[in-house]
């Protein structure tokens, strides 16, 4: 494969996954709706539900095909994920905190889920809200990424 083809590769891959899953998941119904899926995945793991767990994962599935992109960047939840594009696009190590955020984020998950795994009720509760808490930061840190990144955008054009 030459240089060049690589690249075209690389973009149509990198439009695919716009497409399929950046674009819809900016509807804010999808961003809600991956929200209320994480408590539902939590009782499933706990609860040792495999109805309920492909159910979680079929509706998540199903909210992307069924949800269309976002008509304006009106809405918070869908300059959350529009926030996560302008992250990723920049480098995870762009933004002084937000990795570290995450980090401790997904060390708060994997507790919750371990606790869930081992039907500790409280410590399953108390995790999950825990791992919650961290997501709305993340996400109001990726709504402030977004805001401060369209108005040096519109700076520059000016």
Known sequence: MTAESEIQHNETVGELVDDVFWRPHANPRSVWA??????ILIA????RSTPLAAATALSIVLNLVSVTPPESDDAWATRVVLGEQV???????SEKGTLGLTAVGG???LYTIRAAVNQHRVRTIV?????????????DRMVELYDSSEKTESEVRA
Do not use: E, K, Q
């Open 87 to 93: 992250w990723l696009d920049r480098g995870v190590f």
């Open 44 to 47: 499933a793991i706990y609860r």
């Open 127 to 139: 995790g999950m809200i825990l791992s919650m808490a961290f997501m709305f930061v993340f996400f």
């Open 34 to 39: 991956f929200v209320a899926t994480y408590p």
């Open 107 to 109: 060390l708060v998950n």
